[in-house]
């Protein structure tokens, strides 16, 4: 067999699209290397939600143009959403690329890959599909590799906010949701295959079923769905928009068991001006009202966020809302960014007068404030005992340790794998220790 090297970038669903591409070229040929000099296909599968992913992109290509110099048969190709936004023009950047593959033509890798072969010219395939629904269809067969306890299922691609610093709705198109019996199969396949946990994707996934569907399912009608299909363990989803957050969905985290007590909920900044600039479309009381309804109908749900700092127009005054709105909410966890112009985005015409030194100073300290929400939360698990569905082991200082994730989303370390656990399992383990978002203990057996 031929060989393929597969570099992903980026979120959730470019892992999903990067895994739905290792199988599409499985049926054509292709294993999956983890040496790139080893391979006769290498692809990098991208990111351009931040200026930074992107150099990070351009700075691999210049890292690997030495292969294609030693050897001009391997076939090298950029995916995803850089590719989407910049198509040709990353010819003249990366003249050595063979060819260039947005998001919509995922399935047509095999054919991407043949064309180039058969024609020695490079190829752009980055235009939008016309379908007004979205499907990813079965693939008999699978690569020789082990199923992980966690799998993702992409449910909806796209958005239709258009926030004015996200590049989302022009990388990824317009919302388009897959039909809900084509989502359960799919589920079923992968719990066939071992999967413990499912964990839903989505651009804005709780937007799910909003439009294009034959038969209309609701999100949190697909969430209850779900739950019927026996094998699943734990369910969780990501990621999600504040204005698309139901009555419904809310209640459903009463209900349902399996839905892990655990909500990304991307709030961005603290403050209402700056909200309504960045056409969030909620105000920071909004938020908060959803916030305290989930809590009181789940009591012990965790909360993680995303956080722009140096948005166009932000005053230290405003920066210092964010934090106290942190500090409110008391996240778990959260991504925090500053912010840098993203092409075609209503914000790129904004002057970007927040000046970079000032930008890093907000950055770190919001840093700061997470990092001390984390801690407080962590130490309500000191000396207490968590379910953990472990991944595999962890290596640390030279011992050997299980890594797994609690309901909740934190990483787990433990001791305890001479009992014979393995990935897959579910085993309660006492914390000892919390250090950033892990904790650390002994397994109870």
Request: hydrophobic residues 35%.
């Amino acid at each position: 067999m031929k060989q393929v090297y597969i570099d992903t970038f980026g979120c959730q669903m470019n892992v999903a699209d990067s895994d739905r591409m290792e199988l599409l070229l499985f049926h054509s040929g292709y294993a999956r290397t983890t040496h790139m000099e080893d391979a006769d296909l290498i692809l990098v599968n991208t990111c351009s939600i931040r200026e930074k992913a992107e150099q990070k992109i351009f700075s691999l290509f210049g890292g690997i143009k030495h292969l294609k110099e030693a050897n001009s048969d391997v076939v090298m190709g950029l995916t995803g959403c850089l590719a989407q936004q910049e198509g040709e023009r990353l010819l003249k950047r990366i003249p050595f690329l063979d060819f260039i593959l947005g998001p919509d033509h995922v399935e047509h890798i095999p054919q991407a890959v043949d064309r180039v072969l058969e024609t020695q010219q490079p190829l752009t395939w980055n235009d939008f599909d016309k379908q007004k629904n979205y499907s990813i269809p079965e693939v008999s067969g699978q690569p020789q590799k082990a199923t992980h306890p966690s799998a993702f299922v992409n449910i909806i691609k796209g958005c239709d906010k258009f926030c004015t610093f996200c590049v989302v709705p022009f990388t990824r198109g317009r919302e388009k949701s897959r039909e809900a019996e084509e989502i359960y199969a799919e589920v079923r396949t992968l719990v066939n295959q071992g999967a413990k946990e499912i964990i839903l994707l989505g651009q804005n996934v709780n937007a799910y079923g909003k439009r294009g569907l034959e038969t209309p399912v609701a999100f949190h009608e697909l969430l209850y769905g779900i739950a019927e299909i026996p094998g699943v363990e734990r369910l969780r989803f990501t990621t999600s928009y504040p204005g698309d957050v139901t009555p419904e969905l809310l209640q459903a985290y009463a209900d349902l068991d399996i839905l892990v007590n655990h909500l990304h909920l991307p709030a961005q900044s603290g403050n209402n001006r700056i909200l309504q600039v960045m056409r969030r479309g909620n105000t920071v009381e909004e938020y908060m009202a959803l916030i305290e309804t989930l809590k009181t109908q789940t009591p012990d749900i965790e909360l993680s966020t995303d956080i722009i700092v140096g948005f166009p127009g932000e005053t230290e005054s405003e920066f210092e809302d964010t934090l106290k709105f942190m500090e409110q909410v008391g996240f778990s966890s959260s991504y925090m960014f500053c912010y840098s112009p993203r092409p075609n985005t209503p914000a790129a015409e904004f002057l970007d007068d927040v000046p970079e030194p000032v930008k890093k100073e907000r950055l770190q300290r919001t840093i700061e404030c997470q990092s001390r929400l984390t801690q407080i939360q962590g130490e309500k698990y000191l000396g207490k005992e968590v379910e953990v569905l472990i991944e595999g082991h962890a290596t640390r200082k030279g011992t050997r340790f299980m890594k797994g994730r609690n309901p909740h989303y934190w990483q787990v370390h433990f001791s305890g794998d001479e009992n014979g656990f393995g990935p897959g399992d579910r085993v309660k383990v006492r914390v000892e220790a919390v250090s950033g978002h892990t904790l650390r203990g002994q397994a109870v057996v």
